[in-house]
């Protein structure tokens, strides 16, 4: 069985002439593997292979139905984290909306009206006041302090900086590139390129920075000397030291260095800086 499912012994393949959803899958994730970054592979498998298993009694794409969908949605409301955690609203939407993009792709449309949807309560953005920043600051070695400043400053994503290398910034012209890394095997989202300016003092530190790691691509290397996919424990790990109980990670800073752009920079510029096709 695919992706080590156990089909029930009555409803193994018989009709060679219908596509069976293994197969599908198969071919649906191998695609997205090739075509996106991994870690939107890896959210796409996840959720296609939650399907699967939400609907074992199932052989062929043609017998997939609303039903299926519906039972899916309350699948997934019943999942628990490894924390013993329910997944929250909005990740039962997203990996419902994945797997329709895996049924539309495979020509199974119009299953589901979007009244079916699971609903979630869209969250108004955080941002840190400058009290809240500074707490922070305070509390953070000269190594955290460059990273928590590097992800205020540039508005990047979590990928966006740990795919960041010296050569990405402009130290004469105090600004930031987010390029893509084929090394990596990783791109921009959207794979949209851009230039971000920031302050004179923070490229002055990634140089500094430069001068006592000169072997190293990467500014915010792992201890492999790869992208660090935890550098968000960083940020993690300094808020629970300063004190803070709330959100901790790459978009509240990004809120936070909208608010700041949106003093001096039109809408479109906030936006194109961001990386975002909407505010």
Wanted: hydrophobic share 35%.
């Amino acid at each position: 069985a695919a992706m080590g499912m156990r089909i029930p012994a009555d409803r193994q393949p018989a009709d060679a002439n219908r596509h069976t959803i293994d197969a599908a899958l198969k071919e649906y994730t191998a695609e997205i593997l090739a075509q996106k970054d991994y870690s939107t592979y890896r959210a796409y498998a996840r959720a296609t292979r939650q399907f699967r298993q939400s609907c074992l009694k199932k052989i062929y794409l043609d017998e997939i139905n609303r039903a299926d969908l519906l039972n899916f949605i309350t699948f997934l409301r019943k999942l628990k984290s490894r924390r013993g955690k329910r997944l929250s609203d909005r990740t039962v939407r997203n990996r419902f909306v994945y797997v329709l993009f895996f049924l539309n792709a495979n020509g199974a449309k119009g299953l589901v009206k979007k009244k079916d949807w699971p609903q979630y309560t869209e969250r108004t953005p955080e941002e840190y006041t400058e009290q809240e920043l500074q707490l922070l600051l305070n509390h953070a070695d000269k190594e955290e302090k460059l990273v928590i400043n590097t992800f205020l400053c540039s508005g990047f994503r979590h990928g966006e900086l740990t795919h960041a290398h010296y050569t990405d910034f402009d130290y004469t012209g105090s600004k930031v590139r987010v390029t893509e890394k084929p090394e990596w095997d990783w791109h921009p989202k959207k794979y949209q390129e851009r230039t971000v300016p920031i302050p004179r003092w923070l490229t002055q530190q990634i140089a500094e920075r430069r001068k006592s790691h000169p072997d190293d691509k990467l500014v915010f290397p792992n201890i492999n000397g790869t992208p660090d996919g935890h550098i968000l424990r960083v940020l993690k790990r300094v808020s629970k030291r300063a004190g803070f109980s709330g959100r901790a990670d790459d978009h509240k800073f990004r809120a936070t260095a909208a608010t700041r752009w949106s003093k001096v920079f039109a809408p479109q510029e906030v936006q194109y800086l961001l990386g975002n096709k909407a505010i």
